[in-house]
Nanobody
Framework: EVRLVESGGGLVQPGGSLRLSCAAS????????IGWFRQAPGKEREAISC????????YYSGSMKARFTMTSDNAKNTVYLEMENLKPEDTAVYHCATALACGSSYFRWGQGTQVTVSS
């Protein structure tokens, strides 16, 4: 079965850190680009970062690079999103998704993992 499964979300205090995981099964994610996105209640989905398949380049949206870092473990077919100095406005459901290339249409999505930043 072809799947993306996110994990690692939870409740964290402002200023804290989390590492999200996106595990791919049923396909080799190195053949695709994988992006991280988030969607807060009442807001549009927001792109965070994208890892460009075998090329290995990572791209970030806007100011995301300052606190978010995307990495990968090919042996585990998993990508990660390291988040630091979290703020209440980072509260959202975080998703990973695959595309043929960063910036193209994403066609396979995980179910998401909830991140809540609150004291």
């Amino acid at each position: 079965e072809v799947r993306l499964v996110e994990s690692g979300g939870g409740l964290v205090q402002p200023g804290g850190s989390l590492r999200l995981s996106c595990a791919a099964s049923g396909f080799t994610f190195d053949d695709y680009s994988i992006g991280w996105f988030r969607q807060a209640p009442g807001k549009e989905r927001e792109a965070i970062s994208c890892l460009a398949g075998s090329a290995g380049n990572t791209y970030y949206s806007g100011s995301m690079k300052a606190r978010f870092t995307m990495t990968s473990d090919n042996a585990k077919n998993t990508v990660y999103l390291e988040m630091e100095n979290l703020k209440p406005e980072d509260t959202a459901v975080y998703h990973c998704a695959t595309a043929l290339a960063c910036g193209s249409s994403y066609f396979r999505w995980g179910q998401g993992t909830q991140v809540t930043v609150s004291s």
